[in-house]
């Protein structure tokens, strides 16, 4: 019998996870089925939204079960096929258990070519996370040229992006980010025009209004908690906030005691949307094409923190709630 080694979800975390959440093993490799490859998993992507995950709650997508592997965006070598379009030494992506080598239906995974990025970029520019930046922007935060563009969390995954798309539109773009190091990757890789470091800031509402003298049109949240609530303090009329992600709070045990947001939208005649990047299915393939063409054109770039070992999968993920990543972190298996 052909075993896996596997990372499993031991136990639901309360507030922030541990190490101890997390559990190695083996589990069996089936045999191969019709319609179905046998993968090696070579990049794999981990992300904040998983932290929803390993709760019990409702949310857009099922929580793990304990005693069952996790999973995420991962891009695979197929090592045997028994599907047509895929063969021996292909390259897939898809949503992949948290495994060395797995069986997987073809139908649910996509090819992906080496000759035009590499292979880990299909899990950060080319992947959910250039996704989610561009049709966040496109769809909700509808950008105009000479608009001023707010970015949280701008020197990861999804903000670096964001930030550069601001700037391909002809936008003023604005970063938040947690060092100075990272204000500095933000402007002279990515071309943000200013930056804010929130960890080092006593007031953000002045800080946002200084590096936004004629406020902001369009905030791409990907923090929630006080930082958002500053900017509301400065957001212009028919502004449109686009709100991806809340890390700032995804480990809080109670309910935070937020400013209520009403009478901002009101007076402002301002927009807040909340939105998931499979609500915008049909339009993936379209996003990607344009990301690609940004890259080919070098307009669009990223930067990839990469871990290396199976064994880091679960620290790298708990590294995201420290902020040490720079742009997508990957670990290469």
């Not at 089936?30 to 490859?37: D, I, M, N, S």
């Not at 927009?271 to 379209?286: E, I, R, T």
Request: hydrophobic letters at 40%.
């Amino acid at each position: 019998m052909q075993t896996s080694q596997t990372i499993l979800l031991k136990k639901r975390p309360i507030g922030k996870p541990s190490l101890e959440d997390f559990e190695f093993t083996h589990t069996e490799i089936p045999t191969l089925k019709e319609g179905e490859v046998l993968l090696k998993s070579l990049y794999l992507s981990v992300d904040p939204y998983l932290r929803g995950r390993m709760s019990n709650a409702p949310s857009y997508i099922a929580p793990f079960e304990v005693g069952q592997a996790l999973e995420s965006g991962i891009v695979a070598e197929v090592l045997e096929s028994k599907a047509a379009g895929l063969g021996a030494g292909d390259y897939v992506f898809g949503a992949l258990a948290w495994k060395e080598v797995q069986v997987k239906d073809a139908h649910k995974l996509t090819k992906v070519d080496p000759k035009i990025a590499p292979l880990s970029a299909y899990l950060g520019v080319l992947g959910l996370t250039g996704l989610t930046a561009y049709l966040g922007m496109m769809e909700i935060g509808k950008p105009k040229k000479g608009e001023t563009l707010l970015v949280s969390g701008a020197a990861g995954a999804v903000g670096s992006i964001v930030g550069q798309i601001g700037k391909i539109l002809g936008m003023h773009v604005v970063g938040i980010a947690g060092s100075d190091e990272k204000l500095a990757l933000m402007q002279s890789k990515f071309g943000f025009d200013a930056g804010i470091n929130y960890k080092s800031t006593e007031n953000m509402r002045e800080a946002i209004a200084k590096a936004c003298p004629t406020g902001v049109d369009v905030y791409f949240d990907n923090v929630g908690g006080e930082i958002s609530e500053a900017v509301l303090f400065n957001i212009n009329k028919f502004s449109r906030t686009i709100n991806c992600g809340a890390i700032s709070v995804y480990n809080n045990t109670e309910a935070p005691k937020s400013i209520s947001v009403q009478s901002f939208l009101v007076k402002k005649s301002s927009l807040m949307q909340g939105f998931v990047v499979f609500d915008y299915a049909d339009k993936h393939a379209a996003a990607i094409q344009q990301l690609a063409a940004w890259m080919k054109e070098g307009k669009l770039t990223y930067t990839e923190t990469i871990r290396e070992g199976f064994d880091q999968v679960p620290q790298a993920f708990l590294d995201l709630f420290e902020g040490l990543n720079q742009g997508k972190m990957v670990v290469k298996l």
